[in-house]
């Protein structure tokens, strides 16, 4: 039994290997960080002798350089936050000019953001483009259970982008901080406080410091996805005194993204990344990037030459909602969820034509069955109409369930939870018919209005799809049979009117 999970586990293994080399995947990215964790682990057990415990980063068609070979144009998306760290470098590029109009050099330049945007892509861009030595190093390597033992690593990694900026001949030289919000929390925050204390105070001084060594520039890039947690120190002039926002990608950014790794892989001539990037809100970067990847497996394990749309599709469902499960279903539980997501398309379609992405009844990880709806715009603010019409959407899964079986399952706990949500969203929002409310309104109040809004829209769901039983039971026969719908496909059987 073990046997044979090692054994699909290295088919895996090699088939992504395989696969990678193929489609050309430059395995130095796999090298880098498998040498950051190993350089790691080192730098933990305090083996390596003092020089080289930070390592030039490695990038690049594998050999050794210490400029990382990322450019700008790798970073797809982002515009404002390259603008803004663009900006930000000219100091560095132009140093002669700004020191000779007195202007004192940027020492720190903060990139703030979720995951995966990103951020470490821009610090080895940004030392591409100023061709610096490039030093990376994460806040959790520095804080020791011993005091002192933070404090001269600081100083170490310092005293060693000097070294290796003026081994390589270089002027300047960037320091990328991941996670610096381990290393300079708000001060008190930490039961150690003072091992933290004496790391920034370290950090803060081998900052002050930067100016007076003219020889090599140093510039201090540090990325965290929480500022708020920051100690204000660290923020003040002089310090990281540029704070660059680097947020999840809209559509446009998404579709950027997309492009760039799309680049080095075989696309059929069908494939629109487009609609990629309209049904990957909330995506990140990294979700991006693995979702070409996964693409490409799919492709790959159906002996394809080249990634269909219906590999993208996969993969978008796959990275949104993990693995598929093989979790078996009765044939009854079957039916039931078939008949509930047909019931959320067919609304979620009334509502907003074309926003059905697919609809599945294939288990994934985290839901039995479900439907995938693309944004036609990334929205931030809704109104009226559109949060009862997002709350039909939630409700008409249980409501079919109730027009077909009679009554209603368990299955539609998290769509309650939803509406809900968005019910007291208008409640707060002063879009209830209780107009205008304080935060503090009258429990009983609240759940009494937020009630009363989703049993409306229940009734208006509950009168829609009952003159179109019809058409459901056929689209949800289809559904059981093939699994899958796409989009498309579903609006054709919808009595073909609204084809995109
Ligand atoms: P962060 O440091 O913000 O967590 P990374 O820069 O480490 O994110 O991103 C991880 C990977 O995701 C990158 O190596 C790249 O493949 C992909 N990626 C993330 N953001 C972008 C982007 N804006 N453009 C292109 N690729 C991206
Ligand atoms: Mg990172
Ligand atoms: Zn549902």
Request: hydrophobic share 45%.
């Amino acid at each position: 039994m073990e046997k044979w999970v090692k054994e699909i586990a290295l088919g895996g293994a090699v088939a992504a290997l395989v696969l990678a080399v193929i489609f050309g995947f430059d395995l130095s990215l796999l090298l880098f960080p498998l040498s950051m964790l190993a350089l790691g682990a080192m730098f933990i057990s305090g083996r390596g002798g003092l020089a080289g415990r930070f390592s030039p980063a490695r990038l690049g068609g594998g050999e050794e350089s210490t400029v990382p070979a990322v450019t700008f144009s790798q970073v797809g998306g982002q515009e404002m936050a390259k603008r803004e760290l663009l900006e930000a470098l000219t100091f560095l590029k132009e140093s002669s000019r700004t020191r000779q109009l007195g202007i004192r050099p940027l020492k720190g330049v903060l990139l703030v953001g979720p995951p995966g945007t990103g951020k470490t892509l821009m610090a080895k861009a940004a030392a591409n483009y100023t061709a610096s030595v490039f030093l990376a190093a994460s806040g959790s390597q520095f804080v020791q259970m011993y005091a002192g033992v933070g404090a001269s690593r600081v100083r170490q990694l310092f005293k060693e982008a000097r070294t290796q900026a003026q081994r390589a001949k270089k002027a300047s030289a960037i320091i990328f901080i991941d996670e610096i919000d381990v290393l300079g929390p708000k001060r008190g925050k930490n039961v150690s406080h003072l091992e933290y204390d004496q790391t920034l105070n370290e950090l803060l001084t081998q900052m002050d410091g930067v100016d007076s060594e003219q020889d090599v520039q140093i510039l201090v890039v540090g990325a965290t996805n929480r500022a708020d947690l920051l100690d204000p120190a660290l923020t003040r002039p002089g310090r990281f005194d540029r704070i660059v926002q680097v947020d999840l990608p809209d559509k446009a950014g998404r579709l950027h993204i997309l492009k760039i790794h799309a680049a080095n892989k075989p696309l059929a001539e069908d494939v629109c990344l487009e609609k990629i990037a309209a049904q990957t809100q909330g995506f990140s970067g990294a979700h991006l990037e693995s979702l070409l990847n996964e693409a490409a497996i799919c492709a790959l394990r159906a002996g394809r030459e080249r990634i269909e749309q219906e590999d993208l599709r996969e993969a978008v469902e796959k990275v949104m909602l993990g693995e598929k499960s093989n979790r078996l279903l009765q044939q009854d539980e079957r039916e039931r969820v078939a008949y509930h997501e047909v019931g959320h398309a067919v609304i979620s379609e009334l509502v907003g034509p074309g926003s059905v992405a697919s609809i599945t009844i294939v288990s994934r990880n985290r839901a039995l069955g479900y439907i995938r709806r693309a944004s036609q715009d990334d929205r931030y603010l809704y109104t009226r109409d559109q949060l009862l019409g997002a709350i039909q959407v939630c409700v008409a899964g249980a409501v079919m369930e109730e027009i077909i079986f009679g009554q209603r399952s368990t299955g539609a706990a998290n769509d309650i939870e939803q509406a809900v949500q968005l019910a007291k969203r208008m409640v707060f929002s002063g879009l209830s018919p209780l107009g205008i409310v304080s935060s503090d309104l009258a429990p009983g109040v609240l759940n009494d209005t937020v009630a009363q809004i989703i049993r409306e829209q229940e009734d208006r769901v509950k009168e829609v799809l009952a003159c179109r039983v019809d058409e459901v039971r056929k689209i949800a026969a289809h559904l059981l049979q093939e699994e899958s719908l796409g989009g498309d496909e579903f609006r054709l059987m919808l009595g073909g009117r609204q084809v995109s």
